[in-house]
Every structure is written in C-alpha cells, then in structure tokens.
C-alpha cells in the first residue's frame, strides 16, 4: 500500500509522493509571487484609515474597498498629473524598443552575413582622435571646433597613412564590441551624455530619453537575434537572390517572418528594460519627459509614505506589462532561448 | 572604417553596366547605392550609435575622473588633478564609504580566505604544468590572481569583527547573493515544472510576472511587506516579539531586503529559460538512462546538467552583469542606509553626483567598471571552458 504512493505505476508520471512535493513547493512559489502583488492590488482601494490601522487582508471582510486612493491621485491632484508621466513612459518605452530592434537586426543580420575587416591601426587612431577632441574641448575650444578639428585630422590621417596598415578585426570582434557596452555600468556614460545632451538640447525631452534607451538597447538585441539569424539556413536567401531580389527585400520578406518568435521575446524584454528604466531617466528629465518609475519614487519625498496612492501608481504602471506578458508568454522562452543558448 | 571585402556575387542591382547606369534616374542611383553598399547601410546605424553615446562617453568621463569639476559664476571649471580621486577613493577620505572599515578576520573567514588562496595556487601550478602554458599568460593569471585575493581579502577583512564594509563589498554581496538564489530556485523551480504534471501553463505564466514591475515598484512594495506594524506580516512579527524591530533599520535585515527583493524579480528570468532549455533537452538520452538504472541524482548530473550548461552559463553571465549596476532597488527600500548600509557603489556614484563632485563619481564609476570587467572576464575564462563543449 504504501509502497504505490513512493512507486509510480506510469514511469512518465511522477509518483504520488513526488505530486504531493511538487505541488507543495509550486504552490508555495505560486504564493510567494501572487501574495505581494495581491497586496499592492488591495491596498490601491484602501483609504488611509486602512492603511495605518493595522494589515486589512480581505476586501469587504476587513474592510470597505474604496476609491479614495483613485480619486485623490486622478481627480483632485488633476489629471495630467499622471497622464504626462504616463503618455511619457509609453512613448519613449515604444518607440526606443522599436527602433533599437530595428537597427539591432539589421546589424545582427549584416554580422552574420558579411565578412568584415575593419583595421586595427584605423581604430586606434579613431579612439586617439576622440581623446584628441576631449583634450580640445578641455582646453577651452568650443566643444563643435573641437570635435571637428579632431575628426578632420582622423580623416586625414585615416586615408593617407592609415591604408598601409596591415592588421585587422573580425566580425566576431565588432559582435563582442558591441555587446560589451551592456557591461558598462549606465552611472559611467550619464555624466557626459548629460552633458552632451545639454549641448544639443536634448535634456527633458522624449527624443532625448529614446536615443539613450536605444542605444542601452541595441546590445541586448544584436546579441539574441544574432544567433537566431545565424541558425537560418543560408540557401533560403540565395534562391531569391537568384530571382532578383535585393538585400533588403530579402531580409523584409524571408528572414524577419522566421525570426517572429525571437522578435518578440526580445522586443518584450527590452520594453520591459526601457519602461522601467530609473537612473537614466533620472539624470536625462526634469518634468516635461518625466517618466512613471520617477513619479514613483518621488512620491515618498512629496507626500510621505501614502501607500494607497503609491500602490495606485505602481498598479497603473505595471498593468500594460502584465497584460503583454500574459498575451506573449508563449514566445518569450522559446524565443529567448535559440538567442541565448550559444552565449 | 569597416571595408566589407566579401560581398555576394548575385546582387541584382550591382551588376548594372556603366551605360544602364547613367540612364537612372537620381532615385534609381540611390537605390543601386543602397544596394552596393548594404553591408555598411545595415551596421553603420549601430556602430554610431554605439561610438557616439557609449565610447565617446567613455573617454570623457576617464578625463573628468582625472579633474576636479566645479561649479563658479556663470558656468564651470574643469581642473586636471592626475590621480588625486582615484587616490582619495582608494587610500583617503572617501575609502571608508567605497572599501569599508577595515576590521580582523573572523576564524571561518580566515579559513575561507587561506581556501581560496590554496584554490588559486592550485589552479595556477595546474596551468605552468600543462600544455597550454606562456609567460604571457603567467603574467596575466599572476595579475589575476593578485586583484581577486585582493577583492577576497577585502570582503573578508570589512565582514569581519569590527568591520563594515562599504559600497563594493556591499554591491559584491548583493550580486553573489542574488545570482546564486535566484538561479538555484529558478533551476529548482524548473526541474519540478518539466516534470509531467497538470497546471504546466498556469505555473509558467504565474512565475514569469516578478519580472515585469518595475524595481521602484517593488522597492515600495517590500517597505510595505517588511513593515513590522501595518504590514501584512504583522501579526507573526509580533508573535515573534520583534513589533518594534523594522527590517530597513539594521543594516544586516536592509541587506537581506534588498537580496530578497531582488530575488524576487529576477527568478523568472532564470526560470523561463531554463524551463525552455529543459524542456529541449534530449527526451532520449534520459529514457535510456532510466531504463539503464541511473538513480535521479546520477541522472541530473551527468545528463541534465551538461545540457542545460551553456545556457545556465550565459544567464549567470547576463544577471551578474545586469546585478553589477543596481540603484534602483536599494534607493527606494533602504534609501541606501541606515546610513550607508545598503549603498551600492552606483547608488554611490550618484550621490556624489547629486554633491555635484563629478570628478569623483566618474572615478567611482571607473572604478565599478574594472571590477566589473574583471569578474566577468574571470567567469568567462574560468567557466567557459569547461561548460560549453563547441
């Protein structure tokens, strides 16, 4: 008797003493999981009395669910008080994911297609033409002279001396290069990028914070998508070559219809990157590109600790993810994983 | 600077003659320019965007680590003062809050620290001994080996008696933490999911959502969880007798917080990728084993586990990195205290920004990025080779 519940009749089933286990420590984790968000969805309609007197666990039960929290942060505060932040975060979180999955592709694809040589000597002087121009700008040059003139001697340089080099990279160095700037902590690009960006006029706005997103992007994207690309049988592409048609046509109509899976995922996990970006956005915006991670965390220096009407916000914020998730969660593993897997 | 020199033979457009060509119009001459040059019209948007927003910046703060940047009357002053931050972060006023208060070694952290010496030593006459041996590759190993007894002796001598540890140890505690929880349950986690039970799906998605709330999201919703008074948790804190004891007032408990919260977040990611990577794994390899007799620890081992290594070798590699850079969490459920308790080093950098010292916290940054270089390129050489069978 007892041996039945430790032995499985079905060896592709698990026992009923493993089922037993299994169950208890999913449910736990199922718990673990729902618990805090089940928390944050009750709190956003408890009123402050709620709140403060001691945990409300069951709505109607302990208490009267309300729209207290609704009402002061949508009504009373005025409604482009949330709806600026959050046009912002949607915007800037779509349109930076979309273009870095377009460009991220594109070199993806270019990588694992074309052999490329760039040479080593061309680099270096590229990399001393940039600290040629910090120089410059450091030593009172207005910063567009100072550029300028380093880029001209780069050119020059480049085309006459730099030809007679012989060493160069590989693709697989360019891929490495690339996907090395997602190593960059973000703390040591944001200083000068502020700058810049005050330079150009970008500060507080939405093309500024999308050029920035993508770019912190881009790694993520050629990395997932390269190997995905490079897992497509190359005789696909030849035949329409064969049939007159051009690079683009090619990548357009054959290659991105077989990548949907891995365009997917990866296009979800940078959104989700990008709509919830803090630090960033954090030195790049003041009010008018304010996103909805800064509304958040600026609550508690405004208001104190109002957690009905934090719980609100941070309900609204995560609700569009969690739909998308729950919508595109067939395609997120595989999707990931035929990127992934080759590292 | 990148001259692609292989460029396919049948491109429809380049094999227009000279005479076909001056017939076209502009758009037409446009296009067969697109055309002639798709190599670099596909990967010059990247590079650029690369080169201008993260190499350039790059350079500019290695400079601005080197200056002293101030503030004065209309606009600002940028002075050159050679190694004076990295000198102060290291060695002066600023080493408590980045290295910590240097204490004695606890016994077990003595021994742990003797252990990883003998480890290195070991690997190091097993590399002069084999065939793959060079001076150069000594010296790198040597160089190696110096900063990573350095990284060690720090942790152990700041979590030592009398010792706090500052930022680096900190964000070091946080990564190594957080990467080996969260991959141990989400490895756990999965194992049970492939198994052949009802409520697969259910379990997928559930487990996926952590991933999708933003870290301020759920830095508010641990201060809510961990609150001794109105928290949900209430009742069995006081069981405890702890009421009056809060969670982001000592500074082991906000430590714990945070790996906690960070934990939270991060499992599905681990979770879903090893779930697919399982999931793919050869159904035969494994039946034959069953039918072989091989127990289910012998089986995990050296049949589950080779499969799913290069995978689990990349998420390490991805989470340790992405774990290197956390602000976010640690801002808003500790504010980085009490008092620096909990302060990453990027937390760190930007405070010191804040305190308009741009010089320092460029230093500081330079600083996170040798470690972070370091370890990951430590990880790669040690793990790569040995996981990832090519």
């Given at each position: 008797m007892l041996d039945r519940f430790f032995k499985s009749p079905d060896p592709f089933r698990p026992s009923p003493a493993r089922l037993v286990f299994t169950y208890l420590v999913l449910g736990f984790w199922t718990f673990v999981v729902l618990f805090p968000l089940y928390w944050l969805f009750i709190t956003a309609f408890k009123t402050p009395v709620d709140v403060f007197t001691g945990p409300k666990y069951i709505p109607w039960v302990d208490f009267q669910p309300e729209m207290f929290a609704w009402n002061d942060m949508i009504v009373d505060t005025g409604i482009t008080f949330i709806t600026r932040p959050y046009s912002n975060t949607v915007v800037v979180g779509l349109v930076s994911s979309l273009l870095a999955i377009i460009i991220g592709t594109g070199a993806a694809y270019a990588l694992a297609r074309f052999d490329y040589r760039p040479k080593l000597a061309i680099i270096g002087m590229f990399?001393?033409?940039?600290?040629?121009?910090?120089?410059?700008?450091?030593?009172?040059?207005?910063?567009?002279?100072?550029?300028?003139?380093?880029?001209?001697?780069?050119?020059?340089?480049?085309?006459?001396v730099g030809r007679r080099f012989k060493g160069h990279m590989g693709n697989n160095d360019i891929t490495f290069w690339l996907i090395s700037q997602r190593m960059l902590p973000t703390i040591i690009v944001i200083i000068p990028i502020y700058v810049l960006f005050q330079q150009l006029s970008l500060l507080d706005t939405r093309q500024g914070l999308i050029i920035a997103y993508m770019t912190v992007s881009l790694?993520?994207?050629?990395?997932?998508?390269?190997?995905?690309?490079?897992?497509?049988?190359?005789?696909?592409?030849?035949?329409?070559?064969?049939?007159?048609?051009?690079?683009?046509?090619?990548?357009?109509?054959?290659?991105?219809?077989?990548?949907v899976p891995g365009l997917i995922a990866t296009f979800l996990i940078v959104l989700v990157f990008n709509w919830n970006e803090y630090i960033m956005a954090l030195f790049l915006t003041r009010a008018e590109a304010q996103t909805m991670p800064l509304l958040v965390a600026a609550q508690n220096a405004t208001r104190g600790p109002q957690w009905w009407n934090i719980s609100l916000l941070v309900l609204l914020m995560i609700a569009p993810l969690i739909i998308l998730a729950l919508v595109l969660e067939r395609y997120i593993a595989r999707g990931l994983l035929i990127g992934a897997v080759k590292g | 600077m990148i001259e692609p020199t292989s460029q396919p033979q049948s491109l429809p457009l380049s094999g227009v003659s000279p005479d076909e060509y001056a017939n076209l119009s502009l758009w037409g001459r446009f296009n067969h320019w697109l055309e002639k040059r798709s190599a670099l019209v596909l990967i010059m948007p990247a590079i650029l965007l690369v080169l201008f927003l993260s190499l350039f910046p790059l350079v500019i703060s290695l400079f601005l680590s080197f200056s002293r940047f101030q503030f004065v009357s209309g606009g600002f002053s940028i002075r050159f003062v050679g190694l004076a931050n990295y000198n102060k972060l290291l060695f002066g006023s600023e080493q408590r809050r980045l290295l910590g208060d240097f204490g004695t070694a606890s016994p077990p952290g003595f021994?742990?620290?003797?252990?990883?010496?003998?480890?290195?030593?070991?690997?190091?006459?097993?590399?002069?001994?084999?065939?793959?041996?060079?001076?150069?590759?000594?010296?790198?190993r040597l160089i190696a080996i110096l900063f990573a007894m350095a990284l060690a002796v720090l942790c152990i001598v700041t979590l030592g008696e009398d010792g706090i540890p500052g930022a680096l140890v900190v964000t070091l505690i946080f990564v190594f933490a957080g990467v080996a929880l969260q991959y141990g349950i989400g490895l756990g986690l999965a194992l049970l999911v492939t198994q052949n039970i009802r409520g697969k799906r259910f379990f997928r998605i559930v487990f996926l959502l952590p991933m999708m709330i933003t870290p301020v999201g759920i830095g508010f919703l641990f201060r809510m969880l961990t609150n001794t008074i109105v928290g949900p948790f209430a009742p069995l804190w006081q069981a405890a007798g702890l009421a009056d004891f809060s969670f982001v007032e000592t500074a082991t408990g906000a430590r714990i917080a945070v790996i906690i919260a960070e934990t939270w977040q991060w499992t599905p990611f681990m979770f879903i990728i090893l779930l697919a990577a399982l999931e793919s794994t050869s159904h035969e390899i494994v039946e034959a084993a069953r039918v072989d007799g091989a127990g289910k620890w012998a089986m995990f081992r050296s049949i589950i586990l080779p499969q799913i290594a290069p995978v689990s070798f990349t998420l390490i590699l991805i989470r340790t990195i992405e774990a290197f850079k956390i602000i976010d969490l640690p801002n808003i459920l500790t504010y980085g205290g009490p008092g620096t308790a909990t302060e990453s080093v990027t937390l760190y950098a930007y405070n010191q920004w804040r305190a308009l010292d741009l010089g320092l916290s460029a230093a500081i940054a330079y600083l996170l990025l040798i470690v972070v270089t370091f370890v990951a390129m430590v990880y790669v050489r040690i793990i790569r080779r040995r996981v990832v069978v090519d």
């Open positions: 990399v001393l033409a940039l600290v040629l121009s910090v120089i410059l700008v450091g030593a009172g040059l207005p910063w567009y002279l100072g550029v300028g003139i380093a880029m001209a001697i780069f050119f020059a340089v480049a085309y006459t790694p993520l994207v050629i990395w997932f998508m390269g190997d995905y690309i490079r897992n497509i049988p190359l005789e696909l592409e030849e035949s329409a070559f064969i049939d007159g048609a051009s690079r683009y046509l090619v990548l357009w109509r054959i290659i991105l219809p077989l990548c | 021994v742990l620290g003797v252990v990883f010496l003998l480890v290195m030593i070991v690997m190091l006459v097993q590399y002069v001994r084999s065939k793959r041996f060079s001076w150069v590759g000594l010296f790198f």
